[in-house]
T-cell receptor, first 111, second 114 residues
Framework: AQSVSQHNHHVILSEAASLELGCNYS??????LFWYVQYPGQHLQLLLK????DPLVKGIKGFEAEFIKSKFSFNLRKPSVQWSDTAEYFC?????????WGAGTKLIIKP | DGGITQSPKYLFRKEGQNVTLSCEQN?????MYWYRQDPGQGLRLIYY???????QKGDIAEGYSVSREKKESFPLTVTSAQKNPTAFYLC?????????????FGPGTRLTVL
């Protein structure tokens, strides 16, 4: 069965630090990849997605992710985080009609 | 405003009782989904529906049932057969089930079985 692994369950950073959240998946075929974010008290929302083409994908709020096929990875990055980036981040991979989800990473930004 | 509404936000149930969670969308989406979220785990798919009057089991459908009589509504019933029903339940919808389609989420219902 396909699976998605997010390596860090909790990350604490100071403002202006750089961020990288890891995501690895097990599916070997053509993949559609997603990062979703859930800000405190808000709905889950799409941060960015990859379907094909340029493996470096840019999303909202200055986030980007790089698809590395050889490493089965889709890591999320942001050069300089802000206090408002405090949220839970989920990586997901589409498998047939389903999204397979990672366990999520809780990110806390210290002001 | 277009979106997905779920009610109620918090729900308490006694063991042995069935309970129905509501999900309504006004996005004119064909596909709808129910997920369960437990602490430290990702979302797990319970059921999904690609079109009215059709639905499919997800990975953890046992103890749950759904209906899709209207495009905008996809209620989930948690039956007494569900062994561990206390969880956070999320409803989502998308224009279709193909790879390009983003899923939009409701605010969730937290179910506690007493």
């Amino acid at each position: 069965a396909q699976s998605v692994s997010q390596h860090n369950h909790h990350v604490i950073l100071s403002e202006a630090a750089s961020l990288e959240l890891g995501c690895n998946y097990s599916y070997g075929g053509t993949v559609n990849l997603f990062w979703y974010v859930q800000y405190p008290g808000q709905h889950l929302q799409l941060l960015l997605k990859y379907f094909s083409g340029d493996p470096l994908v840019k999303g909202i709020k200055g986030f980007e992710a790089e698809f590395i096929k050889s490493k089965f990875s889709f890591n999320l990055r942001k050069p300089s985080v802000q206090w408002s980036d405090t949220a839970e981040y989920f990586c997901a991979v589409r498998s047939n009609y389903q999204l397979i989800w990672g366990a999520g990473t809780k990110l806390i930004i210290k002001p | 405003d277009g979106g997905i509404t779920q009610s109620p936000k918090y729900l308490f149930r006694k063991e042995g009782q069935n309970v129905t969670l509501s999900c309504e969308q006004n996005l004119n989406h064909d596909a709808m989904y129910w997920y369960r979220q437990d602490p430290g785990q990702g979302l797990r798919l319970i059921y999904y529906s690609q079109i009215v009057n059709d639905f499919q089991k997800g990975d953890i459908a046992e103890g749950y049932s759904v209906s899709r009589e209207k495009k905008e509504s996809f209620p989930l019933t948690v039956t007494s057969a569900q062994k561990n029903p206390t969880a956070f339940y999320l409803c989502a919808s998308s224009a279709g089930t193909g790879g390009y389609n983003e899923q939009f989420f409701g605010p969730g219902t937290r179910l506690t079985v007493l």
